[in-house]
């Protein structure tokens, strides 16, 4: 690990710290005149929060293929947490089969590829919403029983959505090039010169294929936007709460959720625009008024996500997943805004790399 | 001089199943676990290897191995599900799983003899240490809910009043593998175990058994 992922580990890992520490004397204490149910809430938050520490700097230390597998499983979990909780027929038992045993697996398997250099065209920004979704209507079809058709096939399609796709940009993060490539300079400068020797121009066909030949100067930056992203997520959901708590309440939509304020969405969003700027150095080569501006697309979206899974919840009844069955811990409700945030958090980022030539969108 | 015999019948002989067996048992468990998402409740209850019949609703295939999964290993050791023969030995997989994994009870369905009721076979089969999975339906269900139980509970319970019954209550699983499916979805699903019951002196069959079917419909309503 370099310097500045060392840096940020050590931040968190204080932050985590204090933050325990505090709440622990706060749940001790009686006469602290805060209600014993939101310190229950952060207590809980902070169990998991050090859970999702701990895992993400393993993963990321030992290596990005162990951080794709981990995020399978988390989308795995996460998906039949779903599946469970939206009825389903019968009929549909084949095409549920294919969701989980092939199509999940080959999501983060196209992803763990671009890792490594290959790039399929983006493919796994697509197979999802075009292939799958496709096949998940002909299969179902094809099982011949066309009760509440539309119905069935768009909670699977939801659930594919939000637990493997939107999840799977995530650790796509990963392969995004935060260096420039070092010929990216010199194409510029010789547009594609018609004499060029064959031999010579076989090495750069393969160099496009494997994009990631080259040395990246700072290899732990990728690592860093990753856990940047989910430290903004997590930070934006506790601020939210945390603003919300003030008392002048706004509500935003009492029939889905009544604990989501304006103060709480328009506060937490300032506050973490700042620490993402005062963060701003952790993940080059962005500015620190990208880094604030994200953030504050984080907030918005992860107040998005919270609401959605909310709206599901609250049709079928159930306070959250993890009482669904008993025991369980619930990793929907953990990670719903992680989910809504990531292929936002994604493209914008990649858009920025391609307007500053990090990225060619033609290749 | 002539050694004095105990009037009581022998120790029963317990042989302990090899390395192998005893791993692929808790590899299986671990399987089912993973494959079934269940979460174990126990209400008012609690595991003990003293004989019993576990008595559950009955969706699916893996009903059996999932519930014997949910047990505590020494018990899973001393427990017996009661399965169709037909089923089980059908494929050399099965039938090793059944016969060797599972320890099993088969009951032929198709031939059912005078003096060999598969009551019969199971007081025979159990003598006095195992215990007993039992599906009481008679057969799977949709799912939708728990249909009137067959008297075997009954005459089982009749002739060994002595064994406690486990209400058991396994939901989901149909949605895991439906009938007429041979691969499993792996959505979460639960198991819970009641508080035991035993039959009555001089109960009729039919009070009994709506008492037995009430006991994990309860169990159901507990949601």
Redesign the interface.
């Given at each position: 690990m370099d310097a500045k992922t060392i840096g940020l580990v050590c931040g968190v890992l204080a932050l985590l710290g204090a933050a325990t520490a505090v709440v622990w004397v706060l749940r001790r204490r009686t006469d602290s005149g805060i209600d014993p149910a939101i310190v229950e809430t952060f207590w809980l938050r902070i169990r998991a929060w050090w859970i999702f520490c701990a895992v993400l700097v393993t993963a990321l230390v030992i290596a990005k293929t162990v951080t794709v597998i981990l995020f399978w499983l988390i989308s795995?979990w996460a998906l039949?947490?779903f599946?469970?909780l939206t009825p389903?027929r019968?009929s549909d038992?084949?095409a549920?089969?294919w969701v989980?045993f092939v199509v999940t697996p080959l999501q983060f398997l196209l992803v763990g590829l671009e890792l490594y250099g290959f790039k399929l065209y983006g493919l796994h920004s697509i197979l999802i919403p075009v292939y799958v979704f496709l096949f998940v209507q002909a299969r179902i079809a094809m099982s011949g029983d066309a009760k509440r058709f539309l119905d069935r096939t768009a909670k699977i399609q939801a659930g594919l959505l939000i637990c493997v796709y939107c999840l799977s940009y995530a650790p796509a993060l990963l392969a995004l090039p935060l260096s420039k490539p070092p010929s990216a300079a010199s194409r510029v400068e010789q547009p594609s010169d018609p004499t060029a020797d064959p031999e010579t121009s076989l090495p750069v066909s393969s160099a496009n294929l494997l994009s990631r030949a080259y040395e990246n100067p700072d290899p732990g930056s990728n690592a860093r936007l990753l856990f940047f992203f989910i430290l903004m997520v997590q930070l934006s959901d506790t601020l939210q709460y945390a603003w919300s708590q003030i008392p002048s309440k706004h509500v935003i939509v009492p029939s889905i959720h009544p604990g989501k304020t304006w103060e709480g969405l328009l506060g937490g969003a300032g506050s973490v625009a700042l620490i993402g700027a005062a963060l701003w150095w952790a993940i080059p080569p962005f500015p620190y008024w990208f880094a604030a501006g994200m953030s504050i697309v984080i907030a918005f979206m992860g107040f998005a996500g919270a609401i959605t899974m909310s709206a599901i919840k609250r049709d079928r009844g159930v306070k959250d997943f993890g009482t669904?069955?008993?025991?369980?811990g619930g990793i929907l409700d953990r990670i719903d805004s992680v989910c809504f945030a990531a292929p936002v958090f994604y493209h914008f980022t990649r858009y920025w790399l391609i307007y500053h030539g990090y990225l060619d969108a033609s290749a | 001089m002539l050694q004095r015999l105990p009037s009581i019948s022998p120790p029963i002989q317990v042989e302990t199943p090899p390395v192998h067996i005893r791993i692929m048992g808790a590899g299986l468990a671990l399987l089912a676990k993973f494959l079934s998402?269940a979460?174990?409740?126990w209400i008012d209850s609690q595991p003990d290897t003293c004989q019993r019949v576990y008595f559950a609703n009955h969706t699916s295939h893996l009903d059996a191995i999932v519930l014997w999964s949910a047990l505590p290993a020494e018990v899973r050791a001393l427990t017996r599900p009661v399965a169709a023969k037909d089923y089980w030995t059908a494929g050399r997989v099965r039938h090793y799983l059944a016969t060797r994994v599972f320890n099993a009870l088969l009951i032929d369905r198709t031939e059912i003899k005078v003096h060999q009721s598969p009551v019969d076979v199971m007081i025979r089969e159990i003598g006095h240490r195992y215990s007993l999975i039992v599906f009481p339906e008679g057969g799977r269900t949709?799912g939708e809910g728990v249909s009137e139980f067959k008297s075997g509970l009954y005459y089982l319970c009749k002739k060994r009043p002595d064994l406690e019954l486990i209400p058991v209550y396994i939901d989901?699983m149909?949605?895991i593998l439906?009938?007429g499916?041979v691969?499993?979805?792996?959505?979460?699903?639960?198991i819970s175990f009641g508080p035991p019951i035993w039959l009555e002196a001089g109960e009729p069959k039919a009070d009994f058994l709506r008492r037995a079917r009430e006991a994990v419909l309860r169990l159901k309503e507990s949601y």
């Open positions: 795995f039949r947490e599946i469970t389903t019968p038992h084949r549920l089969f989980f669904l069955v008993a025991g369980h | 998402g979460s174990v409740r949709t989901n149909n949605r439906p009938r499916e691969l499993p979805v792996p959505l979460l699903s639960s």
